[in-house]
């Protein structure tokens, strides 16, 4: 059974950073493309970041290009989410997703399990 641990939100200043972090259990995920979305609140959930575990290729949306850098740690099943130079916008619930599937998009129906969401706040 997969799971997903998000870790690390919490309200930071405009400019500041965070780290969010996902551990991953359940099996192996050297097959999968793991990925990061964010929903603010009255909105669709969003595409923000993807890494495929295995290979190290990445894609970000726009908004975050520059600024946001996904990561992972094989020897722990942890992706990281390096986010800098927040800005309000950012403000939304982030949340974890694993895609079994080494070449997955940004496309939400392509992600088989989810986390529970760490909240960002970022104020203005």
């Known amino acids: 059974q997969v799971q997903l641990v998000e870790s690390g939100g919490g309200l930071v200043q405009a400019g500041g950073s965070l780290r969010l972090s996902c551990a991953a259990s359940g099996r192996t995920f050297s097959g999968y493309t793991m990925g990061w979305f964010r929903q603010a609140a009255g909105k669709e959930r969003e595409f923000v970041a993807l890494?495929?575990?295995?290979?190290?290729?990445?894609s970000y949306a726009d908004s975050v290009k520059g600024r946001f850098t996904i990561s992972k740690d094989s020897a722990k099943n942890t992706v990281y989410l390096q986010m800098n130079s927040l800005k309000p916008e950012d403000t939304a619930v982030y949340y974890c997703a694993a895609a079994d599937r080494p070449a997955a998009t940004s496309r939400r129906y392509e992600y088989d399990y989810w986390g529970q969401g760490t909240q960002v706040t970022v104020s203005s």
């Open positions: 890494r495929a575990w295995r290979g190290g290729y990445t």
